[in-house]
């Protein structure tokens, strides 16, 4: 009982139980799902590894797997870390592509935590290496986040950003370009977003890109 404390002790004795209970009611809410802070930005350079980013491919095929072309069936590709070329530091991620198919479409993929069922506002910024100038027969690039992992082509549709053109008039080699977008997903069942950056061979051909500073952050919306 506190009847016989003076005024003070009296106060902070029932302020403590107001904190206690302010606590209890936000891990309530955390566990409940209602009450979701913002992921802080996580920014991916590539200098030692793919640090948790995997390549993925889609719409590959090309030719038919009989006769004198049997085990020939897609396309050329490859999504590695290199230090060929790079932003910042000393690495980046190379997407090479020979799109014979004219429809090949070359990625890095990565998921992210995130409260099931919850809308989230993602944040991706990157920057991307392109030797495609003039006005036209450009690439397009593929950029945003998904409630799954992609699976095929067809579920790309909805991160398709602008195309791959350096803004040079003439030949002149790679120029790195900033990119950024802002897009809305639903975190799905299993608690996570999948953030996706890549190209699709929108011309045909082959060619190479480069991708450096991926920077990603999760907001609920």
Not at 4 to 33: C, D, E, Q, Y
Not at 95 to 107: P, Q, R, T, V, Y
Request: charged share 15%.
């Amino acid at each position: 009982m506190t009847e016989g404390l003076p005024m003070t002790s009296r106060m902070v004795a029932a302020a403590g139980v107001v904190l206690v209970s302010v606590i209890v009611a936000a891990a309530f809410l955390w566990a409940a799902g209602l009450e979701v802070p913002s992921t802080p930005a996580e920014t991916f350079s590539f200098e030692v590894d793919l640090e948790g980013w995997a390549a993925g491919s889609a719409d590959l095929a090309f030719g038919n797997c009989t006769g004198a072309s049997q085990g020939n069936c897609t396309v050329s590709w490859s999504v590695e870390r290199t230090t060929e070329l790079a932003r910042n530091g000393q690495a980046s991620v190379k997407m090479s592509l020979d799109n014979l198919n004219d429809a090949g479409k070359i990625w890095i993929e990565r998921s992210f935590d995130a409260t099931p069922g919850r809308t989230y506002l993602v944040h991706l910024a990157f920057a991307v290496a392109s030797a495609d100038f003039g006005s036209g027969n450009h690439w397009t690039i593929l950029a945003g986040a998904l409630t799954s992992r992609p699976a095929a082509g067809e579920s790309l549709t909805t991160v398709v950003r602008g195309d791959t053109g350096n803004g040079l008039d003439s030949a002149g080699g790679y120029v790195w370009l900033q990119k950024g977008y802002d897009c809305l997903v639903r975190a799905g069942p299993d608690g996570h977003v999948w953030v996706v950056v890549g190209v699709w061979g929108t011309w045909e051909g082959p060619r190479t890109y480069y991708i450096d500073s991926v920077n990603v952050a999760l907001e609920p919306a």
